[in-house]
């Protein structure tokens, strides 16, 4: 069985303290896989995509929730798709950030926060019973929290992206490329694709194509949504149909 833990890159130390220590507790249960892409593709979603067995492999989803990573797409969008098939998901809240203070629909999931000082026991307690596992290891809890308090403090500080003001926000958007024309303009004529079809429309690798969809999602020309059977359709928001109008190409 597989445990996932969904982060953004900055906070990768994070994630890697608690998968050491899960590892530690259930190493003979399950395998824990971060998401180390340094483009921060999501590899829940990309997982699930690969077949039926995948699918069943996964027990449970952990994802690290703060200030900084609300502000990326590809947390909600992970979640998004572990939800559709049923996968156990649970939000860690930290770096100042409360449950109270989750969005949907992270909001409708029984999560921790990993500031408190029985934060440790709460995470095992529950990812035993969903291992199925009635007795657990001796675990050091509070060296664990006090690893987890001190990789902390190499997180960077809070990005005031949604504080920006809309001329900052316009200059932060850079222009598009020739590539990412494209692809609104295959998607404009569609229904959705998933990143699977458009790779082999272009002629390319799967990997580099979805590093492309991600700078569409993070400008807001495109937005993903699960599909069935774990796939992920892409499609245009109204910013990317106004894009068409504005240039013509509609």
């Known amino acids: 069985m597989k445990i ?36 921060n593709i999501p590899v829940v979603a990309q997982y699930l995509e690969k077949d039926e067995q995948a699918l069943s492999e996964v027990k449970a989803l952990l994802i690290l929730c703060s200030p900084n990573s609300l502000q990326r797409p590809w947390i909600s969008f992970d979640a998004g798709c572990a939800w559709m098939r049923k996968i156990f998901i649970i939000p860690v809240c930290y770096s100042g950030l409360s449950l109270a203070e989750l969005p949907q629909p992270l909001a ?34 509070r060296q664990m929290r006090e690893e987890l308090q001190a990789v ?56 580099k194509i979805m590093s492309l969809l991600k700078g569409l999602i993070d400008w807001n020309y495109i937005y993903a949504s699960p599909a069935g059977m774990g796939h992920v359709r892409y499609n245009l928001t109204s910013k990317g149909k106004d894009y068409l109008k504005e240039n013509g190409l509609a």
């Open 4 to 39: 996932f833990i969904s982060h953004i890159q900055e906070e990768f130390q994070v994630a890697l303290v608690l998968k050491k220590w899960i590892d530690s507790a259930f190493a003979d249960h399950c395998e824990v896989l971060v998401s180390t892409d340094p483009e």
């Open 108 to 141: 409708i999931f029984s999560g921790f926060d990993l500031n408190q000082k029985d934060f440790p026991q709460k995470l095992f307690s529950t990812l035993a019973q969903e291992l199925g596992i009635s007795q657990l290891p001796p675990i050091q809890y």
């Open 152 to 207: 902390q403090e190499t997180v960077p500080p809070e990005m005031p992206t949604l504080a920006r003001g809309p001329e900052q926000a316009a200059t932060a958007e850079p222009a598009l490329e020739p590539i990412h024309m494209e692809i609104i303009l295959v998607l404009a004529n569609s229904y959705g694709y998933t990143s699977a079809v458009l790779a082999e429309h272009f002629k390319m690798e799967e990997k």
